[in-house]
């Protein structure tokens, strides 16, 4: 069975703090995504790999940066929390772009950050 | 950029009537994919379409895909409570995916 894990389902953390937030897959799937949800906003997508150490700016990727060190792991970095950032945050995985079609995406739990 | 324009943004039925929402982008789009996100939990992949004019049902649920391929709707006859939720249509860009902004369904017992 299909299984992207995160970290944490809730944090709360502290303006100008740095937060990790990881997301583990086990299902062998070379393109991982982070995304961030808001209420009337849909999915925004911030980073997102398509190989190991390999990373691509999404469509809001100012304060965040993104570590891929191994191919079922991808973690996102707030380097300076900022309130801002208080949202809920979503991992995706899925297999590479095929000829005529994308694969879907599975994604992980959440984490919901508050950033006081 | 691409953009996904998805209407609309809240609904609230009576249990038994049907719902639907749209998604339209402005560009021929290869493909659809819609996803349901219940209260609380993660996007759940429900289906997707990738020729000119499908249809799929999948038990109540209808999914369409345009005869231009820059539109599509799904359609949930005789909702119950437990269709409540948001549901967002995704398309395809190199690499990544654009999401819809989501319509979210409330169905009143």
């Known amino acids: 069975d299909v299984k992207v894990t995160q970290s944490s389902r809730y944090l709360v953390k502290r303006t100008g703090e740095k937060v990790f937030l990881e997301c583990v897959q086990d299902?062998?799937?070379?393109?991982m995504f982070w995304y961030r949800q808001d209420p009337g906003l849909g999915l925004r997508l911030i980073y997102f790999s398509y190989d190991v150490k390999m990373k691509e700016k999404g469509d809001i990727p100012e304060g965040y940066s993104v570590s891929r060190e191994k191919k079922e792991r991808f973690s996102l970095i707030l380097e300076s929390a900022s309130t801002n950032q208080t949202s809920m945050y979503l991992c995706a995985s899925s297999l590479p772009q095929g000829a005529a079609f994308q694969e879907t995406q599975y994604f992980g739990p959440g984490t919901r950050l508050l950033v006081l | 950029g691409q953009q996904v324009m998805q209407i609309p943004q809240y609904q609230h039925v009576q249990e038994g009537e049907d719902f639907t929402t749209y998604c339209n982008s402005s560009?021929?789009?290869?493909?659809i994919q819609w996803y349901k996100q219940r209260p609380g939990g993660h996007p759940v992949f429900l289906i997707q379409l990738v020729k000119s004019g499908e249809v799929k049902k999948q038990k109540r649920l209808t999914f369409q895909f345009g005869e231009a391929k820059k539109n599509s709707s799904l359609h949930i006859t005789a909702t119950q409570t437990t269709d409540v939720g948001t549901y967002f249509c995704a398309v395809s860009g190199t690499y990544k995916y654009i999401f819809g902004t989501g319509t979210r369904l409330k169905v009143l017992a």
């Open positions: 560009t021929t789009l290869s493909n």
């Open positions: 299902m062998d799937h070379e393109n």
